[in-house]
């Protein structure tokens, strides 16, 4: 089985860009999890989706928006970048209770705004 | 209010000898955790979870914790460190309740020194 597939691996945009980053879960997975991971932090929680619907958002600006599709793959969208958004994305894909028993992580989208 | 709290940013030691990562969580938070592990240019890989039960906790790669709720604190062990132990290594809580999250901490950098 494929793992948690993430897209593109790296980019680099120019401030006041907009960017959409792609998830895939694991097969049988409905929910995914979206993590902001600033060089030499922890991974901030930004988005939960479980099937469609948004069921967790955490403390970030309007100009992140997401979306989950009836295979249960997603998407990130950042509007108006900022140099500040330049991370590593990650998405973690889980069960319906969002991470109770463990996420699996894909490998990241590292994110460069210049 | 940080839920977990990693007091050491780094922690270096020799191969083969043994090393414990700290971990301290807050009393808010329902007592779900996690250690996941990071190796350079990856996504984060389930180490290990307590969720109930016993309160040592054996995970992946010859790693375990131990479950402390008086001292509020979840400490990473391993007797015997191998070079390949080489990673960050980042304590987390599952909240349930409204919104459901996995928050990490700042994260711990382990340097096994040969």
């Known amino acids: 089985d494929a793992g948690v597939t993430q897209s593109p691996t790296h980019l680099i945009k120019t401030r006041g860009q907009h960017v959409t980053l792609r998830c895939s879960p694991i097969s049988g997975h409905k929910s995914v999890s979206w993590y902001q991971q600033v060089l030499g932090q922890g991974p901030q929680f930004i988005f939960q989706?479980?099937?469609?619907?948004?069921?967790g958002r955490g403390n970030f600006p309007d100009r992140f928006s997401a979306r989950q599709f009836p295979n249960y793959s997603s998407e990130l969208n950042v509007n108006a970048l900022l140099l500040g958004d330049s991370a590593l994305y990650l998405c973690a894909s889980s069960d319906l209770t969002g991470g109770l028993y463990g996420y699996t992580f894909g490998s990241g989208t590292r994110l460069t705004v210049v | 209010a940080q839920s977990v709290t990693q007091l050491d940013s780094q922690v270096p030691v020799f191969e083969e000898a043994p090393v414990e990562l700290r971990c301290n969580y807050s009393s808010s938070v329902s007592v779900y955790l996690f250690w996941y592990v990071q190796y350079p240019n990856q996504g984060l890989q389930l180490l290990l979870k307590y969720l109930s039960g016993s309160t040592l906790v054996k995970g992946i790669n010859g790693f375990e914790a131990e479950f402390n709720k008086s001292q509020t604190s979840f400490h990473l062990r391993k007797p015997s460190v191998h070079i390949s132990d080489t990673a960050e290594y980042f304590c987390a809580a599952y909240h349930s309740g409204g919104y459901q999250k996995v928050t990490f901490g700042t994260g711990t950098k382990l340097q096994v020194i040969p």
């Open positions: 989706y479980y099937e469609k619907e948004e069921r």
